[in-house]
């Protein structure tokens, strides 16, 4: 059994900043979250911040410079840092885990972010 469990979302004025936070576990293998995910209402979900094993941090272009990603290998634990918050922002995001041996993709509940102008 896979746990996933996402905090941080939050409402916040146009300019403000949240911390996401994802942690993963597992019963029987190794998983690792991996990356921050966002689905806005009627959009599809699309990447918003993905830090690979070796600590690189890859950025959709309508974030960078505004959020950052990093992972606590101790806790197995990845953040998502959001400042300068804009409306377009609000959605629920997601924290995208993988099982180390096979790279299977899970999913945590979403969280919703609320930015308002």
């Known amino acids: 059994q896979v746990h996933v469990v996402e905090s941080g979302g939050g409402l916040v004025q146009a300019g403000g900043s949240l911390r996401l936070s994802c942690a993963a576990s597992a019963t029987f293998f190794n998983v690792k979250p991996m990356a921050w995910h966002r689905q806005a209402p009627g959009l599809q979900r699309e990447l918003v911040a993905a830090?690979?094993?070796?600590?690189?941090?890859t950025y959709a272009d309508s974030v960078k410079g505004r959020f950052t990603i990093s992972r606590d290998n101790a806790k197995n634990t990845i953040y998502l840092q959001m400042s300068s918050l804009k409306p377009e922002d609000t959605a629920v995001y997601y924290c995208?885990?993988?099982?180390?041996?096979?790279?299977?993709?899970?999913w945590g509940q979403g969280t919703q972010v609320t930015v308002s102008s």
């Open positions: 830090l690979s094993t070796d600590g690189r941090p």
């Open positions: 995208n885990v993988q099982r180390e041996s096979n790279y299977e993709p899970y």
